[in-house]
């Protein structure tokens, strides 16, 4: 079981993970922090664990030429992997015989082991999956499919992602001055979400942390490929504490994950609860 984090800023400790996560600026979406490719290129040279890099975002027909001579030029580093969105960078793969390995990142759409091995099938290596799944589920994923999963341990989870400048509108609709991280509550769930709008689009997050750590003993019995820390819109010192605690939970069997709930909470989302859809009487 390996644990990758997606830092803020990159610092040196970084290294006792077995690897990072690092958003491509101008090629992703829904992080509050991005790294240019000489700032990749830098880190990749010093860090010793597993690299991957996040192009997530919805790429047009205007960024198609960019987003080639960028693919070719990530082929030349040691990456160890891609998450993408856009079906453009599955189709450069094929086309450029890139070697670097392709990470399934469609958001809500990665809930099945036939669609995981389909995409197997095409040549991506991983999967990452959704949070709206249940641990059953990913289990199951996990037994069932060629592919290699990675699952959120600890998040502020993305709910949902415009290309609109939806607060932008908003604001200009009411003739009131931009305000961004916005919060927002749902009328009848009562529930809060927070609403960050970038260049690229608008972002909507669940206002509470994500906190896997109770499946973390049926993970490591069932041999779980990957866990997945984002540090973004997490106290830094409570973030770093908890993925100390479960790194040292699953590479010496120190077991301290008690702790991890009083730093961040119990919210285990949707991992054991599914998602039940019933048709309203009129």
């Given at each position: 079981m390996k644990l990758i984090v997606k830092p803020l800023k990159?610092?040196?400790?970084?290294?006792?993970?077995?690897?990072?996560?690092?958003?491509?600026?101008?090629?992703?979406?829904?992080y509050d922090t991005y790294f240019t490719l000489d700032e990749i290129r830098k880190i990749r040279s010093k860090y010793k664990g597993e690299v991957f890099l996040v192009l997530n975002k919805m790429m047009f027909n205007k960024d198609l030429d960019n987003l080639k001579e960028v693919l070719l030029e990530i082929d030349k580093l040691d990456i160890?992997?891609?998450?993408?969105?856009?079906?453009?960078?599955?189709?450069?793969?094929r086309e450029l015989k890139l070697k670097t390995d392709l990470v399934w990142n469609s958001n809500h759409q990665v809930t099945n082991y036939e669609t995981c091995d389909f995409y197997y099938s095409k040549g991506v290596r991983y999967a990452y999956l959704s949070n709206e799944i249940t641990l059953?589920?990913?289990l199951e994923i996990n037994k069932?499919?060629?592919?290699?999963?990675?699952?959120?341990?600890?998040?502020?989870?993305?709910?949902?992602?415009s290309y609109r400048h939806?607060?932008?509108?908003?604001?200009?609709?009411?003739n009131k001055p931009f305000k961004n991280n916005l919060e927002i509550e749902e009328e009848k769930t009562k529930e809060k979400f927070v609403v960050e709008e970038e260049k690229d689009g608008t972002t909507f997050k669940y206002n509470k942390i994500l906190n896997n750590?109770?499946?973390?003993?049926?993970?490591?019995?069932?041999?779980?490929?990957?866990?997945?820390?984002?540090?973004?819109?997490?106290?830094?010192?409570?973030?770093y504490k908890s993925v100390d605690i479960i790194n040292d939970y699953t590479k010496k069997g120190i077991n301290n994950l008690e702790t991890v709930y009083d730093l961040i909470g119990r919210n285990?989302?949707?991992?054991?609860?599914?998602?039940i859809y019933r048709v309203k009487k009129k």
């Open positions: 990159y610092r040196d400790n970084l290294n006792k993970y077995d690897g990072i996560i690092l958003p491509l600026k101008d090629f992703s979406i829904n160890t992997g891609i998450f993408f969105y856009d079906l453009s960078i599955l189709e450069f793969k059953d589920e990913a069932e499919s060629n592919i290699t999963l990675m699952l959120t341990m600890i998040a502020l989870p993305v709910v949902g992602t939806l607060l932008t509108n908003y604001y200009k609709a009411w750590t109770r499946c973390l003993e049926n993970l490591k019995e069932n041999n779980f490929p990957y866990l997945v820390f984002i540090e973004d819109g997490i106290d830094e010192d409570k973030f285990t989302g949707f991992s054991y609860r599914k998602t």
